[in-house]
């Protein structure tokens, strides 16, 4: 996607952290800019952050709520009229390690970082597809989407990994539309989503929001330096956003792991290898299709 002036970005936690860092990039290029979030002081204080500008529209949002999400997809074309860059990026974590974890824990989790992206999806990819202006789909997964982490992150990278594999999916789905798509996987950033986890979770569960004590992570990537990259990955077309650099090396030793335990000497059905190779050719076509958006 070439053109960002006029049109329209919807960002889900775009409140604070990453979703802000991506609201603010959007409004820099001229976007329109509906900031959901779920917590209403952050939706505050970005609006204080932000006052005066009239390309931003603020919603308060759970986006495990399906008919939440719809009643937003309408609001905002509503309000701004043709979503073109679709955010999917909020998401939650737990303190209870993987093997120790029960039932709510990982509801909780999966409800908020699967579900919510499913239900983006869901309310907002027709009007999209329908619109045929092109646009592009960015999904938040996280660096532990892509490598092991430890039991205390165990259900969080259970659900990234599988926004993950959803955004491989998507992007050669939505070729055809013009409409890219990229799996965004930061590692350590400025943001409150993991320090003040009860608080979402009180909120989602009972409604009630309750001062927030907790600071941001110290130490981590500047949210606004990672929306301005994000905006350059949406301009390229990029299948996969990796801002963090020092995770390189970690990721490719996790790689050849994986590839060294295939077998090299073995034999396959001629009926099977037909079908591998058939199914290849046209993931081959569709990625073709997808990266070539960008040379439109």
């Not at 939440?68 to 979503?83: D, K, L």
């Not at 409800?111 to 999806?121: P, R």
Request: hydrophobic share 45%.
């Amino acid at each position: 996607m070439k053109a960002f002036e006029g049109r329209t970005a919807f960002v889900t936690g775009g409140a604070s952290g990453i979703g802000l860092g991506m609201a603010k990039a959007f409004l820099a290029r001229g976007m329109n800019v509906v900031m959901a979030d779920l917590m209403r002081d952050h939706l505050d204080e970005a609006a204080a952050l932000l006052h005066g500008q009239n390309r931003l529209h603020q919603i308060q949002l759970d986006v495990a709520d399906r008919a939440a999400m719809a009643a937003a997809a309408e609001e905002t074309a509503r309000i701004f009229g043709p979503v073109h860059v679709l955010c999917n990026n909020v998401g939650v974590s737990q303190r209870n390690p993987i093997d120790e974890a029960s039932y709510a824990d990982w509801d909780y989790v999966l409800d908020v970082n699967i579900g919510g992206t499913v239900n983006g999806l869901v309310s907002f990819l027709p009007g999209m597809k329908a619109h045929g202006q092109g646009g592009h789909v960015v999904n938040t997964s996280s660096m532990a989407g892509m490598i092991p982490v430890p039991a205390f992150a165990g259900i969080y990278a259970t659900s990234k990994f599988a926004v993950r594999g959803m955004t491989d999916a998507l992007r050669l789905a939505l070729g055809p539309y013009r409409i890219g798509a990229s799996v965004l996987c930061p590692g350590m950033t400025r943001t409150r989503a993991m320090t003040a986890g009860d608080r979402y979770r009180q909120a989602a569960t009972t409604g009630e929001q309750t001062h927030e004590h907790r600071d941001t992570i110290a130490h981590g990537m500047d949210p606004d330096a990672l929306g301005r990259r994000v905006v350059e990955a949406i301009e390229r077309n990029e299948p996969y956003i990796f801002p963090h650099g020092e995770f390189r090396e970690e990721v490719a030793a996790y790689f050849a792991e994986m590839l060294d335990a295939f077998p090299t000497d073995y034999e396959i059905d001629p009926f099977r290898k037909a079908g591998e190779e058939r199914r290849a050719r046209m993931t081959a076509e569709a990625r073709a299709i997808a990266h070539a958006i960008d040379t439109e």
